[in-house]
């Protein structure tokens, strides 16, 4: 059978300290921090209609660039996209929303790129997974998600539009090879 | 007389029916600012009118009545919790004299006695709503209402009790005086007055504890506790009659704050002043000092909401009866033998 218990409950925290059945002074150790959130604290709201998401700057460390919005191709130093049209985005794309047809180039540094690189926006989840099967870098998701159009095809967006580079553009200026954040 | 009679009951108007909405916006604004946010400020400029665009809602919404409710208790549950709270602040003495005006409503003989007979009535409004509605979580909610606050009315009767010896007085009028005189003759203390926060600290923190049980407001918010009890005993209403709930709550939370400020924060009085000087001028100005203790403590009341979670029942219960009462009852005790020594 089973030999002796071996197995001890588990250390729970000592509640019975003066300080912590009196309650009050861990009250007051409350009160102090509420305190100092009312008056020094600063507004996380974003106030919306008046205040574009995109100019805030709210966060200490830019968090919502973690946000996952629609995606870039990122480019090189000489300008041309990095992607080697190697195919794993779109092997990882659970939505099977990347299409690529893949071209010989003779480039020094490689001999392949897209010749169509179309990634299906409507039907995109937004799950970074292409971003993170990429060996070269060469797609990223950025924070940029008001981007609206009138017809079906103009979501599907193109090689054109995914190398934009328009630092007006709230994607395309997410194009910089090091932006902080990322 | 009549004119004593206007002015009372001016103020007493203001206090009990102008507050509450200004302090429904004050409470969005400071738990906005606790939390880091920001608050109302679609409604007029800084979200001002926010109050009444609530109440216009409120006023344009349908009033429901369950199927098998008790239509006439669940009626006047509303107003049980509304009146008896506006009811008990008769006795708080607003302001010394104004000319030949007493700002006070009724100087009633039985005084802080009376307060807590009427402010216990207010259970009943919870009991009935939570009753009336025919629906299961209203109903233990106004069993749990019931409960919290049978228990904490000991507490709250017997942190008075050390307060009525202390002052040797129930009438509230009389206690605000014996609070305007120093703490003591000479000494470090010759410079405090002698409220009786200074002179009765136990009893202060009991009595706020049980302030806050009795308005059900955070961390003793049993009967609404959203978690476990839907919206709590006022989960069935609707339009006015939940806006009377919830006004009654604000008033009750003025009354008790009223109190706490009479007993023991020198009601009207502010160190320095001529308690014989019956000069309008001065009358207004207690009014103000008043004012301003009260929306001290009312700012407290909204702060320790937002900070602290709310107790578990065993734990309120458990604050109570093995707790405060305790630590009351010696209160008085040791009340009695200094009371004893030093007459
Ligand atoms: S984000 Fe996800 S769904 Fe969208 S393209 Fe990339 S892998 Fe496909
Ligand atoms: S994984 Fe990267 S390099 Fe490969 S096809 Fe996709 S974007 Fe191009």
């Not at chain 1, 989840?125 to 998600?145: K, M, V, W």
């Amino acid at each position: 059978m089973a030999g002796p218990a071996t197995t001890h409950a588990p250390e729970t925290p000592s509640q019975t300290g003066i300080g912590e059945r009196l309650f009050l002074p861990s009250v007051v150790k409350g009160l102090l921090s509420t305190l100092r959130h009312m008056m020094f604290g600063e507004s996380f709201t974003v106030e919306y209609p008046e205040e574009s998401v995109y100019a805030v700057n709210k966060f200490p460390n830019d968090e919502n660039r973690r946000f996952r919005g629609e995606h870039i191709l990122v480019k090189d130093d000489q300008g041309r996209e990095k992607c080697v049209a190697c195919m794993l985005c779109s092997a990882a794309c659970p939505a099977v929303c990347i299409t690529i047809v893949p071209e010989e180039v003779d480039w020094e540094d490689r001999d392949r790129r897209p010749k169509v690189f179309e990634i299906d926006m409507l039907r995109c989840i937004y799950c970074g997974f292409c971003e993170e099967a990429c060996p070269c870098d060469a797609i990223r998701l950025t924070p940029a998600f008001y981007q609206v159009s009138r017809t079906r095809e103009e979501k599907v967006y193109d090689k054109e539009k995914l190398l934009n580079d328009d630092p007006d553009d709230p994607r395309g200026k997410y194009q910089s090879p090091i932006h902080p954040g990322k | 007389m009549i004119w004593s009679l206007l002015v009372a009951f001016g103020v007493f108007f203001i206090l009990t029916n102008g507050l509450p909405p200004a302090l429904v916006y004050a409470e969005r604004k400071l738990a906005a600012g606790i939390q880091n946010r920001v608050g109302p400020n679609r409604v007029g400029p800084y979200g001002l009118l926010q109050p009444i665009a609530d109440a216009i809602k409120l006023l344009f919404k349908e009033d429901v009545t369950p199927r098998g409710a008790d239509k006439f208790l669940f009626s006047i549950a509303p107003i049980l919790s509304f009146v008896p709270a506006a009811l008990a602040f008769a006795i708080i003495p607003f302001g010394n004299y104004a000319g030949e005006v007493r700002l006070q409503v009724a100087d009633l003989n039985v005084g802080i006695l009376f307060a807590t007979a009427i402010i216990s009535l207010g259970a009943y409004g919870i009991a009935f709503g939570g009753w009336a509605s025919n629906s299961k979580f209203p109903l233990l909610a106004a069993v749990r209402s019931s409960a919290q606050l049978i228990s904490y009315e000991v507490v709250m009767a017997l942190a008075l009790v050390a307060m009525i010896m202390t002052y040797g007085t129930v009438r509230t009028e009389v206690m605000v005086l014996a609070q305007a005189v120093p703490l003591a003759e000479t000494g470090p203390f010759a410079y405090l007055p002698a409220w009786g926060v200074f002179q009765q600290p136990i009893a202060f923190v009991l009595f706020v504890i049980c302030c806050f049980a009795e308005n059900n407001r955070a961390p003793f918010d049993m009967p609404e506790c959203e978690a476990e009890l839907v919206g709590g005993y006022h989960t069935e209403y609707s339009s006015m009659k939940f806006a009377l709930f919830f006004q009654g709550e604000y008033i009750a939370m003025t009354t008790m704050s009223a109190l706490i400020v009479t007993i023991f924060l020198g009601g009207w009085h502010f160190p320095g002043m001529d308690v014989a000087d019956h000069s309008v001028g001065m009358g207004i100005l207690t009014i103000l000092v008043f004012m301003a203790k009260l929306l001290g403590v009312l700012f407290f009341y909204i702060w320790v909401r937002w900070t602290l979670p709310r107790f578990r029942y065993d734990q309120v219960m458990r604050l109570c009866w093995k707790g405060c009462i305790p630590i009351a009852l010696v209160n008085i005790a040791i009340t009695g033998i200094i009371g004893v020594l030093y007459s």
